[in-house]
């Protein structure tokens, strides 16, 4: 546990960081949330700052200032290979996805949620699209908030010695709170300002360490000390390996929780601007996690310090090396990251609920009130779920993290391009794609078929097969389904016009 002083001054920035946070939710609530659009998407109002650092921040989660500088500890450059897939994958999913989803979106009815999307991008009466895309949705989300949860567990376990049940708790109360009342306004607005917090602190906590330990000249001499091999980005990795960690970048095309935010930008031509800022926040923001995890190593080598757990070399830093004021504001960085993620995951989550199941098959003429109280309901009921899945204190948030995000990669991704690319796709194509997409990757993940009960993910990143056999089934199915309705076919036709008028 931190010295009393220090937990006084830390005590005090998080305070203020949390009033700052459910500040922004009243906020919201009092100007956003008087009807389904406004509390699930925003009014389609965000500006290309906005968006940019809130699909930032949601994106990178916990998984940034404690997965991936644990894996740097541990495995040196070698772990960059994730970094490197998911800086390609982000900037190709700016370029190809965001201004077709953000007109699509719009001319396919004012689609409001990803399986709405594709439901009526498909024309699918039967809703069997719809409704499959929503379980995945909701499914994998309750993994993937998990994932969140776990880390804010460890944050207040190893920073201050809490229970890490009531870190959960904590961490779980303060996002449902600002989520809960303000919706996709606080959400986005919440994600800016943690976005902000996280680009400080992944500047300051490497830099200092570096200081203190005589430049990058000495963690050079230092890591090389300890293991060459950690400097050397091909290090111990196998073309499988490295094919296995690139493919994280394809899981960007599938993320509803990130690509929710093309729907919510003001304008398509806003996007060009949305795309340099998000890009540039990504690349400073990957850079300092991967150089927290080196600079760490160097640290701890030369000062004797114990790490117990490689996770938390960004707490421990935070600790050891400032003012309790700026080390308050390091946790909250943390927990900017773990919040942001949580609160956007149970929103996309809770607005599948609502608008693809409960105004679809329960309360088709709800008045808009109820819709929006309904989805602050499912909004806590999807975070309970995903409490009691992070109860084990045990669970590595990287490995969490990855299964979900292969899940929507594979599930989505292929089904997301070629919807937005690919006019002769038809709606039985999309199904086959999901539901192979999303087997493909439960059976990597789970079924001991290797020998001593080993799984196939432990071979080849679920990713890859869960993607590739995504997108053939999409293609194959489509080619072999009898070809879209004339009125589908116009509606791609009038958004490729719209996109061609956006560039001008």
């Known amino acids: 546990m931190l010295p009393q002083g220090m937990e006084i001054g830390t005590y005090i920035t998080l305070g203020l960081y949390f009033a700052l946070m459910l500040g922004i939710g009243v906020y919201s609530f009092r100007t956003s949330t008087d009807d389904v659009s406004g509390y699930v998407l925003g009014g389609r109002r965000l500006g290309p700052t906005v968006s940019a650092l809130s699909a930032g921040a949601s994106d990178m989660s916990g998984w940034m200032l404690m997965g991936l500088p644990g894996a740097m500890y541990v495995s040196g450059l070698s772990s960059a290979w994730i970094a490197i897939g998911l800086f390609a994958g982000a900037l190709a999913n700016y370029l190809i ?23 009526k991008r498909f ?59 303000g919706g996709f306004m606080a959400v986005s607005l919440t994600d800016f300002v943690q976005g902000c917090i996280m680009f400080v602190a992944l500047v300051l906590v490497p830099v200092v ?13 230092t890591v090389r000390g300890i293991d060459p091999g950690l400097l050397n980005l091909f290090q111990g990795v196998t073309v499988i390996g490295a094919i296995s960690a690139l493919a994280w970048g394809l899981g960007y095309f599938g993320q509803p929780h990130i690509i929710v935010r093309f729907m919510a930008v003001r304008s398509v031509r806003d996007v060009p601007k949305m795309r340099n800022i998000g890009m540039s926040w990504m690349a400073v923001t990957v850079l300092g996690a991967l150089g927290t995890g080196l600079a760490g190593l160097a640290y701890a080598t030369r000062t004797g310090l114990e790490i117990a757990d490689p996770e938390t070399i960004f707490i421990v830093l935070g600790d050891v ?20 993620t949580i609160s956007s995951q149970l929103l996309v989550s809770s607005s599948s609920l609502v ?12 008045p808009q009130k109820e819709l929006v109280m309904v989805g602050r309901l499912a909004v806590l009921a999807v975070s309970l779920a995903a409490i009691g899945l992070a109860y084990n204190p045990n669970s590595n948030v990287l490995s969490l993290v990855s299964q979900a995000w292969a899940g929507f990669g594979a599930a989505f991704g292929p089904l997301v391009i070629l919807s937005l690319t690919w006019k002769r796709m038809t709606r039985n194509g999309a199904l086959a794609g999901m539901i192979v997409g999303a087997a493909t990757v439960l059976f990597w993940i789970y079924a001991p078929v290797l020998p001593g009960g080993a799984t196939l993910s432990s071979v080849l990143y679920e990713m890859v097969p869960g993607f590739v056999l995504s997108l053939l ?20 036709e009038h958004v490729e016009q719209l996109l061609a008028d956006a560039r001008k």
């Open 97 to 119: 996805v965001a201004p077709r989803l953000r007109v699509y979106t719009e001319a396919a009815q004012d689609a409001l949620t990803i399986p709405d999307y594709f439901g």
């Open 123 to 181: 024309n699918d009466r039967s809703r069997l699209l719809r409704i499959v895309s929503a379980v995945v949705i909701v499914v994998f989300f309750t993994l993937y908030t998990s994932s969140g949860m776990v880390a804010g567990g460890k944050l207040f376990q190893s920073a201050f010695g809490l229970d890490y049940g009531w870190g959960l708790w904590l961490t779980a109360g303060v996002v449902l709170a600002y989520t809960m009342i």
């Open 209 to 221: 360490a570096l200081s203190q330990i005589g430049g990058v000249d000495a963690m050079t001499e």
């Open 321 to 340: 090396l400032f003012h309790p004021l700026i080390t308050g504001f390091l946790l909250a960085a943390i927990l900017a990251a773990i919040m942001s």
């Open 355 to 366: 608008e693809d199941f409960y105004a679809v098959f329960l309360r088709r003429n709800a």
């Open 473 to 492: 089934a999409i293609v194959v199915v489509s080619k072999l389904d009898t070809a879209p309705e004339a009125d589908v076919v116009e509606t791609f």
